[in-house]
């Protein structure tokens, strides 16, 4: 891995109310994250990141923040985070919180105040009368408040949006960056990063965003190694480009990757194109399988439809789960392969599939409520975690979890996974232990292998082959380090990626 620590990564997503539960309460949280540090550290990590840990009203999962400088009660204190922090890099793992600059919650104590004391109302977007935008999470992106006015939420009514015009706004996040770098906070995860600047006509990629990212990226620097990434959909890759620029965000989301079918020539290109952004301007790319957004690659990977897109058009078509967990392994082994810094969601390791049968009644994510149940919503993928047992809570903690788990998981649990060679858990554990000695940061060198098949050489010598095609495919000389699957004498088979050196 090149110096700079986050240039070749393996950083490992928290869904903090999902991972472990230290208190009994059926809901994740700091004293079960610290009692699954040692989890980690075997599983290979350089890094944690956490999604929103603020007090939160939880109306969207905690990306409603009522105060950027504490920590929700059900989580914890800000004494068992930093203590979280301490033992996280005792273990010589980083820790990189969520920051959510574009809304907060109508419970934090500035919009409160915008509601009893209009002159304050210039921090967030309130105007006479609404236009007619939508919002990302259906619906009108405005409501009216008591006086006539209407308010601007990209998402939730839950979340104004902050108005960025303000230098109230500005002041208040660099104040919060220094905050958490001040207490061993190694980097942000920047949430809907270029959704920050509006204008009468237009909510995204305006161009004074890049002023603020700057201005962040000044502030890290003080700081020494820190890292603020980026979480930046766009489809215009000269305009993504710019947010990774030297003195901007560090990295950022590859969602193009993670959308991607598994489809040779599509993953392909989508490498290539992603390479081609990053090279020029020295940033390294991200790879990215999945997330607390996104349908669980198991199940994706089953299907006849093989994309991702918001919007949950996709839920509950037919999926195979041999299919999907074949699939899932040789993306993993191909995305940890790739140059630059990689992503695991919670659970990823385990080989966990989307839960698509929730109760509606358990169903929390505001896009199932805003759409009237058409979307059937994230929650599917942030059920909590299987960690031992024959039945649930399957060692998570407390019981019922807060979010219901399917009663045949203990087959999917870490401890029936552990020490099974053939197991997912295995897998990512022996992978991640090879790509801190062999992979990372650098570059790539693509093998003619045909069409069906995805080949290349990395710095180190060692060489990945995923075949895709329905042939058996001849392997490249060298040594076997690690196969996703079954190979056949000296042949790779369908869906299965092989590193060899």
Partial sequence: MSQAWWRGAAIYQVYLRSFADGNGDGVGDLAGLRGRLPYLKDLG????????????????????????????????????????????????????????????????????EALTAPETRERFWFRDEPNDWQSIFGGPAWTQVADGQWYLHLFAPEQPDFNWDSPEVHADFENVLRFWFERGVDGFRVD?????????????????????????????????????????????????????????????FNFDFLSCPWEPAEL???????????TPIGAPPTWVLSNHDVTRPVTRYGRADTTFAHGGALHGTPSDPELGTRRARAAALLAMALPGCVYVYQGEELGLPEVEDLPDAARQDPMYARSGGANRGRDGCRVPLPW?????????????????????????????????????????????????????????TWLPMGPRVLAFTRDSGLTCVT???????????????LASGPLTGDRILQDTTAWLI
């Fill in 45 to 112: 990590v350089d890094a944690i990141w956490l999604n929103p840990w603020y007090p939160s009203p939880m109306a969207d999962g905690g990306y409603d923040v009522a105060d950027y400088r504490g920590i929700e009660p059900v989580f914890g204190t800000l004494e068992e985070a930093e203590r979280f922090i301490a033992d996280a890099h005792e273990l010589g793992i980083k820790v990189i919180i969520d920051v959510v600059p574009n809304h907060s919650s109508t419970e934090s104590a500035w919009f409160k």
């Fill in 192 to 252: 809907s990063a270029a959704l920050l600047f509006k204008d009468a006509e237009r909510w995204e990629d305006l161009d004074p965003v890049h002023d603020v990212y700057r201005r962040w990226r000044e502030i890290a620097d003080e700081y020494g190694d820190r890292i603020l990434i980026g979480e930046v959909w766009l489809p215009d890759q000269e305009r993504f480009a710019r947010y990774l620029r030297p003195d901007e965000l560090h990295t950022a």
């Fill in 268 to 278: 392909r290109r989508v490498i290539e194109l992603t390479l081609a952004t990053h």
């Fill in 388 to 444: 031992s047992g024959e039945s649930a809570p399957f060692g998570f903690g407390g019981h019922p979890t807060w979010l219901p788990q399917p009663a045949d998981w203990a087959p999917m649990t870490a401890k029936a996974q552990t020490g099974d060679p053939g197991s997912m858990l295995s897998l990512y554990r022996t992978a991640l232990r090879l790509r801190h000695e062999l992979l990372g940061d650098g570059t790539l």
């Fill in 467 to 481: 075949n895709l095609g329905p042939d058996p495919v001849p392997l490249p000389p060298g040594e076997i380090l």
